[in-house]
């Protein structure tokens, strides 16, 4: 069974340019979330994805930052015109269906993809 | 808003020694409690998580925490730590009002002395 698929496992960007990364959840799994670490932190929550839809994207910010679960394909989570302060590792996750009300799921984590912005 | 935190960043044991890491979390409903390992430039793997039951969970590779409601803790456990253990562990608390989000601790990266 493969887990969850994150590529590139390393991408190196200039100022201006832009990162898309890409996520494939643990196959059966209808949702994905968008996690970022920054160097010597813990994770904190970007963007909560499902099916075409956004669930939650109170942790993501507001300019420059979108992602997106289209029906087929992976999820993308895509910068513009990146900063340094961008350079981390981006995490995703999935799980059967959302926590919230359910007493089972788990999110299961990805390799990560880390950006590293010149 | 629920928060983790993780008051210990370093920890050094012996190998062969016992193990706790602290994690004290606040959240305004019953979490739900998980840890997670972080070895060098991987991912994260869940080592185990409460979501309701019995407040002792047992895990994988040897490990444990237990749920302290009225300590607002879950601390994890291992009572004989392996060099292999040496990687960076966080805590993390979600579900419920909360949503769907995990709201993760600072971590603790534990070392092990030969």
């Known amino acids: 069974n493969a887990g969850v698929m994150q590529n590139p496992r390393h991408l190196v960007r200039r100022r201006g340019q832009e990162a898309r990364l890409r996520c494939s959840p643990v196959?059966?799994?209808?949702?994905v979330y968008w996690y970022r670490q920054l160097p010597e932190e813990g994770l904190k929550f970007m963007v909560y994805l499902q099916k075409e839809n956004i669930i939650d994207e109170s942790g993501m910010p507001k300019e420059r930052f979108s992602a997106e679960f289209p029906k087929e394909g992976p999820s993308i989570l895509r910068i513009q015109q990146v900063v340094r302060g961008d350079s981390a590792a981006y995490f995703c996750a999935s799980s059967p269906q959302g926590l919230a009300g359910a007493t089972t799921d788990t999110q299961y984590f990805g390799p990560g993809t880390r950006l590293t912005v010149l | 808003a629920q928060s983790v935190t993780q008051p210990d960043i370093h920890i050094t044991v012996s190998e062969g020694a016992s193990l706790e890491l602290r994690c004290n979390y606040s959240?305004?409903?019953?979490?739900?409690l998980f840890w997670y390992v972080q070895s060098p430039g991987q991912g994260l793997q869940l080592l185990l998580k409460?979501?309701?039951?019995?407040?002792l969970v047992q895990g994988i590779k040897g490990f444990e925490a237990e749920f302290k409601r009225s300590q607002s803790s879950f601390n994890l456990r291992k009572p004989s730590v392996h060099w292999s253990d040496a990687a960076e562990y966080f805590c993390?608390?979600?579900?419920?009002?909360?949503?769907?989000?995990?709201?993760f601790g600072g971590g603790t990266r534990l070392m092990v002395k030969p």
């Open positions: 993390a608390v979600g579900g419920g009002n909360a949503g769907n989000m995990l709201t």
């Open positions: 959240y305004g409903a019953t979490p739900y």
């Open positions: 409460y979501f309701s039951g019995d407040t």
């Open positions: 196959k059966g799994h209808s949702h």
